[in-house]
């Protein structure tokens, strides 16, 4: 059994797909509805998706704070809470996508419940993922995710990033910075192309052994 080559460590990755939002911010509901959605209905089984989230930290304490106010880092932590209790994106994207579309209503607890239902998710383990530790825990994984789309230099909402590098941004009501389109379909094929790549290098790195 030594003798056997450790493959495993040479498996073809899912190519990270990444999209960088402010919860109550109408580009971000406009990139996940018109691009991301989409997108993931073709490649959710190619790809490790990610939602970050774009504040400010404030030093010496463990807040943040969010360019549409208090509100907006509350949606953001239950948005936050759903994706590490339900790490599906098929669950966690839905969900968030169900409160971008009432994005002036966020953080309402009725368009939460109502957001939860529609896409499976427990209401009661939501709202105690948000009230653990007088609210430390949510606030720590906000703050953590903020920290995350500063180290990568986003400061967009929404900004969409494949295999670490920025793909495309939506601003302003606008598509920006989108060297390869920005359409459904150029997404799909970028990522296509990733992984055929990642794959050939597996099949290559396998072959050698």
């Given at each position: 059994m030594d003798d056997e080559p450790e493959t495993y460590e040479y498996l073809p990755r899912r190519v990270p797909l990444e999209a960088?939002?402010?919860?109550?911010?109408?580009?971000?509901?406009?990139?996940?509805?018109?691009?991301?959605?989409?997108?993931?209905?073709?490649?959710?089984?190619?790809?490790?998706?990610k939602l970050s989230?774009?504040?400010?930290?404030?030093?010496?304490?463990?807040?943040?704070?969010?360019?549409?106010?208090?509100?907006?880092c509350l949606g953001n932590s239950i948005e936050l809470c759903a994706a590490r209790l339900y790490p599906n994106p098929r669950i966690h994207l839905g969900f968030t996508m169900c409160m971008s579309r009432n994005y002036s209503?966020?953080?309402?607890?009725?368009?939460?419940?109502?957001?939860?239902?529609?896409?499976?998710?427990d209401f009661e383990k939501l709202n105690h993922c948000l009230s653990v530790d007088d609210g430390a825990y949510s606030r720590n994984l906000l703050k953590?995710?903020?920290?995350?789309?500063?180290?990568k230099?986003?400061?967009k909402s929404c900004t969409v990033r494949v295999d670490d590098k920025n793909w495309c941004i939506r601003d302003g009501g606008k598509w920006t910075?989108?060297?390869n389109g920005h359409e459904v379909k150029d997404l799909i094929e970028h990522?296509?192309?990733?992984?055929?790549?990642?794959?050939?290098?597996?099949?290559?790195?396998?072959g050698s052994n």
């Open positions: 960088h939002i402010m919860s109550k911010c109408p580009d971000a509901r406009d990139c996940l509805h018109d691009l991301v959605l989409p997108a993931m209905v073709n490649v959710s089984n190619l790809v490790d998706f989230y774009i504040g400010k930290t404030i030093e010496d304490d463990d807040g943040v704070v969010c360019m549409h106010g208090p509100s907006e209503e966020i953080p309402s607890e009725d368009l939460a419940k109502d957001c939860a239902l529609e896409h499976g998710i953590k995710s903020v920290q995350r789309s500063a180290e230099g986003v400061t910075d989108c060297e990522i296509y192309d990733l992984r055929w790549k990642h794959s050939s290098a597996y099949e290559a790195k396998i």
